[in-house]
């Protein structure tokens, strides 16, 4: 009798294993639809300081007899320091989840967020602290220069992305709202898996970047 027992034992367990798995398949669509609400996520805000700097030398260059030279001109500088202010945000939207955003293996389940996105919302530049030097013999620098100026350093504030953590932030953001709503679902907090199809470096700032929204 003791191995029919442990047979039918070993029956119910299977059983109950196949009724369980059934019931997380089920919550999957459940599961997404609920993700799907969240729309866009914003997750991370970064305000960010920086001071643009150029200083304008005159200099002559060119070669003599397959000899280069370059020589500083007594003709006086030009320096200028920007101060500049911006706020970066990071999103997720989650207006196309589906499906293929979730992997469960048995009692595991992975819920992989749509790429990241990140917008610079606003830049201000600090008129009234940007300092100029420039000598006699120079001429100030013109409105067409300092908007120069002021574009190089949004490039370099976007540039700065990957250094910034804020693609990691966006995940533990994103993290900490999914986590309770997976949970609800029947799945313990350990069993829990949320990521990225990928790591980010800077050569994804590109897809990375959204252009649609940048306010001056």
């Known amino acids: 009798m003791l191995p029919l027992l442990a047979l039918g034992s070993c029956s119910q367990r299977k059983e109950a294993d196949a009724e369980a798995a059934a019931a997380a398949i089920d919550t999957v ?4 639809m609920q993700v ?3 729309s866009r996520l914003y997750t991370a805000e970064y305000s960010i300081h920086k001071i643009v700097t150029y200083d304008d030398i005159v200099r002559l260059k060119g070669s003599v007899q397959k000899r280069d030279f370059n020589i500083r001109l007594p003709l006086g500088d030009r320096k200028i320091a920007i101060p500049m202010d911006a706020k970066l945000k990071a999103y997720i939207d989650f207006s196309g989840f589906s499906e293929r955003n979730v992997e469960r293996r048995g009692k595991k389940i992975t819920v992989i967020l749509p790429d990241p996105k990140v917008v610079l919302t606003s830049t201000k530049v600090d008129h009234a602290n940007t300092k100029e030097f420039v000598s006699l013999t120079r001429s100030r620098f013109s409105d067409a220069e300092m908007a120069d100026l002021e574009r190089q350093g ?18 533990a953001s994103a993290a900490r709202v999914l986590i309770p709503m997976v949970e609800q679902m029947g799945y313990a907090e350990g069993d829990i898996t949320i990521t990225f199809r990928k790591d980010f470096t800077g050569r994804d700032l590109g ?3 959204d252009n649609t929204a940048i306010e001056q």
């Open 154 to 171: 949004r490039a370099a504030i976007i540039a700065s992305i990957p250094n910034l953590g804020i693609i990691e932030s966006a995940r």
């Open 29 to 32: 669509p459940m599961l997404i």
């Open 207 to 209: 897809t990375l970047l």
């Open 36 to 38: 799907q609400k969240c």
